[in-house]
C-alpha cells in the first residue's frame, strides 16, 4: 500500500476536492470551456469528481468569434462525447447589441470577453464560474484566491478579497454576486502537461507542431490569417509552429517547435526558457499590469 | 523525462529586510524556474533603479496595487520543482500588522523557513514568526541565518544565534506534544551560498544545504497515518432510467481528510451514529481497493443508511468528538471587529454551522507572547475564546488532526471570512 501521493495525483485531488465545494456551495455554478488545454484537464477532473452522475453544471464558451476552426471543432466534439450541456455567448452578440464597441475591426477581443461573460452571468443567474486559470501564469494570478470573490459588477478587488486558510473554502454570495473557482490554481504548465500525458487527453491538434504560414512581427510569429493579414513589406514564411495558448486569433501568437506529441512537448517545456504568457499573449506584453486590470474588470 | 513524485508546502518568514524575497529569488532562481522573460523584465527594472547586479527580490514584486501604497497586501504563492519534488511556496509579509497573512500562509504549509539576518540576530519578530507558526501546527522548521557574507562567514557568529533561537524555540509552548524537526543553516541568498549551491566560503559548515533540507522534509501525506476521517461533500444518485445498473447507485464523495480506508472496513457515519461496511472506492470510473488521505475519492456502502453533506465517515473506535461546545484559539482576520451579541456562521470540513462567542478568555501579545486581558477582538488579534454552535460538528483537537481541528468564521451578512480557528479543547 502506497503512503504518498504523487505530486500530480494529490493536485488532481486538491483540485476534485475544490469542484466537489463549489456542487455542494453553490446553487448555480457553469464551468467555463475554450478547448484550450487548461479546461480540458477541467473537465477530466469534473468526470472524476461526479462520474457515474452528470456535472452538477453546465459548460460555457465565450467565444470572440476569432477562433480556428480546429478548436470550434474539438470543443463541440468533446461536448457530445461527454454528453453535458454547452452554452456558447459570443462577443459577436455583445457587438450587436452594443454593449461591446471595437475602437477598430480587427481589435483583439479578449479583453472585450469580460462584457459577455458578465451579461451571461446576468442572464444564467450563475452564482459560480469554475475557470482554468493557474496562478504560475502571471503575477496578478498569484495572489488569487481559489475561490475568488466578485461584487455585482464582477470585479475582482484585491485588497478585498477572503482569506482562504487550510482546504476550507468560502463560496457564499449574495444575489448578483459571484465566485470564480479555480480547482487547478496550484498547477504549472508543466504539470498540466504531465497530467494531460498521464490521462492521455486529446487536444486540439494546433497544440501540436504543425506547418503554417506565419509573419514575424516585433519579435512575435503572428499567423497568417483572415483576422490578422501580412501588412505590406512582411514576408509570409511556412516554418514548423505550434500553440502553447488556444485564444482568440488575435492576440495568440505560436511558437517555432517540432513537437508534434506531448512527450516531445514535456521536454520542450522543461527546457524552454520563456514563460507561457511571455511567449504567447500578444495582449500581456503591452502593459506591466495588463492582466490585473483586465482581472479587475471582470476578466476570470 | 523527469517525473517529481512529491509535494511540498513551505512558508518563509521574515521581512524583505532580512532578504525573504532575494531567497524565494534565489530558489527560484538556481532552481531554473524563472524564465527568460521575467528575467529580462526584471534586468531592465534593475538597470532602471540604477541597480549593478540583478535584483532577485523583484521577482516577488507584488500587484500595482501593491506598488502604488508601497506595501505588500497578500499571500503570493510561488511554485518550482526538483527532479523529484514539487514545491508550493507561500509568500506572506512579516511585519507585525500582517498576523492575519502569515496563518493564512502557514495554514497550509508543512515546514516553515524561518530568516534571521546575521547582523541582527534574533528579533521580536523572530519570535512572532517561530509562535505563529507553531501555533499552525508546523513541525518542520529550517532557520536560515542570512547575509553571512556581511559578518564575513564567521562560524562564531552563525553558533550564537543557533544556541540562542534553541532556547527561544523552547521557550515557546505551543503544542508540547508535538515532535519538532529544527534545521540551521548559515547563509548568503544574495551570493546564493548553501541555498541551492553550497559555494566555497563556508566549509566549515557541513549540514545540508536548503534545497537538500527541504528535498528530505516531510511531505504533504503524514496525515494518511491519522485516524480516518471523511467528510461527505456530495452525495451522488445519478437515478438514471436509461440504465438498469445506475438505478439505485448511491455513492458518497469527498476527501480523506485524514487516515486510510479499503474495501470491507466497517465505518460509522456521524453525527447519525450508524454504521456500514465500505462496499467499494472509486476515483472516477477508477475502482480501487484501497485510498489514503489527501485522496478524493467516492465511496459506496453495503447499507442504505441516510447521509448528506456535512455529515462524516470514520471508523468505528477512534472517533471525533461530536460537539456544539469547545474552546479554540482564533486569529481575527477581519478590519471589522468581533461582535459578540452576532450570530455568526462557522465552516468546518463540509459543514456550515450558526455559531456564538460565548466567551472571550484572553488574546496573546505576538511580541511577548504574553496573556492579555481582552474584552473586544479586532483585526490580527490572537485570542483565546469559547464557541457555541447551533448544529453540533465531528471535531479532533487541532494539534491532532489541522483538517478536522480548524475552522473559518464567515459574517453572513458580507460573506467575509472574518476569523480563522483552531480547536484546542473538546468537552
Known amino acids: 500500500m502506497q503512503n504518498e501521493l504523487s505530486h500530480l495525483d494529490w493536485l488532481e485531488a486538491e483540485a476534485i476536492h475544490i469542484m466537489r465545494e463549489v456542487a455542494g456551495q453553490c446553487s448555480n455554478p457553469v464551468l467555463l470551456f475554450s478547448g484550450g488545454k487548461d479546461s480540458l484537464c477541467l473537465l477530466r477532473i469534473a468526470e472524476k469528481a461526479f462520474r457515474p452522475g452528470k456535472f452538477p453544471f453546465p459548460l460555457m464558451h465565450i467565444d470572440t468569434g476569432h477562433n480556428y476552426q480546429e478548436v470550434i471543432d474539438f470543443r463541440d466534439r468533446k461536448v457530445t462525447e461527454l454528453n453535458e450541456r454547452l452554452i456558447v455567448r459570443s462577443v459577436e452578440d455583445s457587438m450587436a447589441k452594443g454593449t461591446v464597441k471595437l475602437n477598430y475591426e480587427l481589435e483583439p477581443r479578449n479583453k472585450y470577453q469580460s462584457i459577455t461573460l458578465l451579461e451571461a452571468i446576468d442572464e444564467f443567474e450563475f452564482d459560480c464560474c469554475i475557470g482554468g486559470a493557474r496562478r504560475d501564469e502571471e503575477k496578478a494570478r498569484a495572489k488569487e484566491r481559489i475561490m475568488s470573490f466578485r461584487d455585482s459588477f464582477g470585479q475582482w478587488d484585491p485588497k478585498n478579497q477572503r482569506p482562504e486558510l487550510w482546504d476550507l473554502y468560502n463560496a457564499m454570495t449574495h444575489k448578483g454576486e459571484n465566485i470564480r473557482a479555480f480547482p487547478i490554481s496550484n498547477w504549472t504548465e508543466m504539470d498540466v502537461w504531465q497530467y494531460i500525458e498521464r490521462e492521455q487527453l486529446e487536444l486540439p491538434s494546433i497544440y501540436f507542431a504543425h506547418k503554417r504560414d506565419i509573419i514575424r512581427r516585433d519579435g512575435a510569429i503572428v499567423p497568417v490569417t483572415e483576422v490578422t493579414p501580412p501588412k505590406d513589406g512582411e514576408i509570409v514564411e511556412n516554418i514548423m509552429v505550434r500553440f502553447r495558448t488556444v485564444g482568440d486569433i488575435t492576440c495568440t501568437a505560436p511558437v517555432e517547435s517540432h513537437a508534434d506529441d506531448v512527450q516531445k512537448i514535456i521536454i520542450e517545456t522543461a527546457e524552454t526558457r520563456i514563460s507561457e504568457r511571455g511567449a504567447t499573449r500578444l495582449d500581456d506584453q503591452m502593459s506591466e499590469a495588463s492582466m490585473e486590470q483586465r482581472k479587475k474588470e471582470g476578466y476570470f | ?427
Open chain 2, 1 to 427: 523525462m523527469d517525473k517529481t513524485d512529491s509535494l511540498l508546502r513551505f512558508i518563509t518568514c521574515g521581512s524583505v529586510d532580512d532578504g525573504k524575497s532575494t531567497l524565494i529569488g534565489r530558489l527560484l532562481y538556481d532552481s531554473k524556474t524563472i524564465l527568460s522573460d521575467t528575467l529580462n523584465q526584471i534586468e531592465k527594472t534593475s538597470h532602471k533603479r540604477g541597480l549593478s547586479a540583478v535584483d532577485l527580490s523583484l521577482l516577488t514584486d507584488g500587484l500595482q496595487a501593491e506598488r502604488e501604497q508601497g506595501i505588500t497586501i497578500d499571500v503570493a504563492y510561488r511554485y518550482f520543482s526538483t527532479p523529484t519534488r514539487k514545491y508550493i511556496i507561500a509568500d506572506s509579509p512579516g511585519h507585525e500588522q500582517y498576523t492575519r497573512n502569515m496563518v493564512t500562509a502557514a495554514s497550509t504549509a508543512q515546514a516553515a523557513i524561518i530568516l534571521i539576518d546575521a547582523r541582527k540576530g534574533i528579533l521580536t519578530q523572530t519570535k512572532r514568526h517561530t509562535y505563529l507558526s507553531k501555533l499552525l501546527g508546523i513541525n518542520q522548521f529550517v532557520v536560515a541565518v542570512n547575509k553571512m557574507d556581511l559578518v564575513n562567514y564567521d562560524q562564531e557568529t552563525f553558533n550564537s544565534i543557533v544556541k540562542e533561537y534553541k532556547a527561544l524555540f523552547d521557550a515557546i509552548s505551543v503544542n508540547e506534544n508535538n515532535q519538532f524537526t529544527i534545521n540551521f543553516i548559515p547563509m548568503s541568498a544574495l551570493n546564493g551560498d548553501m541555498v541551492v549551491e553550497r559555494l566555497d566560503n563556508m566549509n566549515w559548515y557541513q549540514g545540508d544545504t536548503l534545497l537538500e533540507i527541504l528535498e528530505n522534509a516531510d511531505s504533504q501525506s503524514t496525515n494518511s497515518n491519522l485516524a480516518f476521517r471523511y467528510p461527505v461533500q456530495y452525495v451522488c444518485r445519478p437515478r438514471d432510467s436509461e440504465n438498469k445498473e445506475l438505478h439505485d447507485f448511491r455513492s458518497f464523495m469527498g476527501r480523506i481528510e485524514s487516515g486510510r480506508i479499503k474495501v470491507g472496513d466497517k465505518i460509522k457515519s456521524l453525527p447519525s451514529n450508524q454504521e456500514s461496511t465500505i462496499k467499494a472506492i472509486y476515483i472516477g470510473d477508477q475502482v480501487v481497493n484501497e485510498a489514503i488521505s489527501p485522496q478524493s475519492v467516492s465511496i459506496l456502502l453495503n447499507d442504505e443508511i441516510d447521509i448528506s453533506r456535512g455529515d462524516m465517515l470514520t471508523e468505528l473506535t477512534n472517533t471525533p468528538s461530536i460537539t456544539k461546545d469547545f474552546n479554540a484559539t482564533i486569529c481575527w482576520l477581519s478590519e471589522e471587529p468581533l461582535n459578540q451579541g452576532r450570530v455568526y456562521k462557522i465552516m468546518h470540513t463540509s459543514k456550515i454551522a450558526k455559531a456564538k462567542i460565548s466567551s472571550i478568555f484572553d488574546k496573546i501579545d505576538v511580541n511577548t507572547l504574553s496573556s492579555i486581558e481582552a474584552n473586544k477582538i479586532e483585526t490580527n488579534d490572537i485570542a483565546n475564546i469559547r464557541i457555541a454552535l447551533a448544529q453540533p460538528i465531528m471535531s479532533d483537537n487541532y494539534f491532532d488532526n489541522r483538517k478536522t481541528g480548524s475552522f473559518i468564521i464567515v459574517d453572513d451578512s458580507t460573506n467575509h471570512t472574518v476569523a480563522a480557528g483552531m480547536i484546542n479543547n473538546i468537552n
